[in-house]
């Protein structure tokens, strides 16, 4: 099978959220005798610009282990702002699918949201190579972009909801990551059939239970702190101002920290904001190495899942699995029914409160900062749940069985059209 990968990111782009991910797909589908094939933009994440070592440039064909990497051009604005991401989007599209149309030949094309515009770069590839695309959701837009306040107009918001529907249409199949974002499909009239539920996943011999006394807790004198972390994106949909609020109530116990680790838009704002309010029990530090990940769960004594309100029943955040696969008790900020708190009360991993509620997290930190106990049965929980369900091999596995049924029925299909026509 041949499969044509396209991603806003890749390695060595450094997303934090999708990055492991769309990079651990390619890896097992080429280990398991697949040729994949990706179709990337120039790295740029968290950046005002192309990485220097790529700029001046259309493509660049590359090889990362054994998948082949075909880069592009993107068009990064200095400033944020609504119409500067709708470029940068759709300049990768543009560039993207001229790539890909001299990619070779393919028998499905697999596009990993967000952006949702990564959709008619798929759907037109398919189109011209006369293939099947699928669609990975991660995020649902325009819901999210419309809720944090980025897409505004009703005119812009309905040209979206128009271009979300066209996409759901014309894909063969889409690959949600929850059960409450696959009702939300079928909400919008997307056929059941169409919608595979498979989880985002962890590599759980990369991540592991380590101990707190290690070279990162060491080297940023936290290993005498009861610490609190959240490490991820520095954006909008995260809300990390609660955390300054918890911090600010907590100011007193001079044997808690709160780490913010992480790059993101609002990150100057946070660190700003921290200032201002002369938080000396925050402490920010820029995004880590990768390989640094385990230690850095290590380091902490509980991890933080925060979002904004209504976010929740639309995105599953990635660090979940990451924080249940070091065996750390978390506290998430969501709404009640989403995944994240189901998942939380099923499993006994952590605790879960309302978002962007300061005092609420500042009493969840304090009880279980009171009871190691607890801390200890919920990381157990979620290291051995995730042992069993979300574990890279097995999930990878799942869409490379699913794309090889998908090619198989495109084949009979081909053949029966041949047969007919032969009559």
């Keep these: 099978m041949k499969i044509l990968v396209v991603s806003l990111y890749y390695d060595p782009d450094k997303c934090q959220s999708n990055g492991p991910i769309i990079r651990a797909l390619c890896e097992d589908w080429a280990g398991a005798g697949h040729e994949v094939t990706v179709l990337t933009s120039f790295p740029h994440y968290n950046c005002d610009a192309v990485w220097p070592e790529y700029r001046g440039r259309l493509f660049q064909r590359d090889r990362v282990g054994q998948v082949r990497v075909i880069r592009s051009y993107i068009y990064v604005p200095r400033q944020r702002s609504g119409f500067g991401r709708i470029l940068n989007y759709l300049s990768f599209n543009i560039s993207s699918t001229l790539a890909g149309l001299f990619s070779g030949k393919q028998n499905v094309v697999f596009a990993m949201s967000p952006p949702l515009t990564i959709g008619l770069t798929a759907f037109v590839l398919g189109l011209i190579k006369r293939i099947p695309y699928c669609y ?41 990551i929850s059960d409450e974002f696959k009702i939300n499909l079928e909400s919008k009239g997307v056929p059941s059939e169409k919608i595979e539920v498979i989880p985002n996943f962890v590599d759980t011999e990369f991540i592991k239970p380590m101990e707190k006394a290690n070279p990162f807790s060491l080297a940023h004198d936290l290993a005498d702190k009861f610490v609190v972390l959240y490490a991820g994106n520095v954006g909008l949909s995260q809300g990390l101002e609660v955390i300054l609020d918890a911090a600010e109530k907590l100011q007193d116990r001079r044997e808690i920290l709160f780490l913010i680790i992480g790059q993101g838009t609002c990150r100057d704002d946070l660190m700003a904001e921290a200032a201002r309010r002369e938080l000396t029990n925050v402490k920010l530090l820029p995004f880590q190495p990768e390989s640094e ?17 209504g976010i929740t029943e639309n995105s599953v955040p990635c660090k979940t699995y ?18 994240v ?28 900062h009171a009871n190691a106990d607890a801390r200890r049965v919920m990381g157990d929980n979620g290291r051995n749940y995730v042992e069993l369900h979300f574990a890279r091999e097995a999930i990878t596995s799942r869409y490379r069985v699913a794309l090889e049924e998908l090619i198989g029925d495109g084949d009979l299909a081909i053949a029966g059209r041949a047969s007919l026509s032969s009559e």
Excluded at 152 to 159: A, K, S, V, Y
Excluded at 293 to 309: F, K, M, N, S, T
Excluded at 322 to 339: L, N, R, W
Aim: proline fraction near 5%; charged fraction near 25%.
């Design 136 to 176: 990975n959701l991660q995020d649902i837009w325009p819901e999210v972009a419309v809720k944090l306040g980025m897409l505004r107009g009703e005119w812009l918001i309905r040209f979206f909801e128009r271009m979300e529907k066209f996409i759901y249409r014309h894909s063969r199949k889409i690959f949600a």
């Design 293 to 309: 990940v385990p230690e850095i769960y290590g380091a902490c004594d509980v991890a933080l899942i925060p979002l904004r309100h």
């Design 341 to 368: 708190s189901k998942l939380t009360d099923g499993v006994g991993c952590g605790v879960y409160i309302a978002p962007e509620d300061g005092d609420a997290l500042a009493d969840a930190v304090l009880k279980l």
């Design 322 to 339: 990451s924080i249940m696969a070091a065996g750390k008790p978390y506290i998430a900020g969501v709404d009640e029914g989403s995944t």
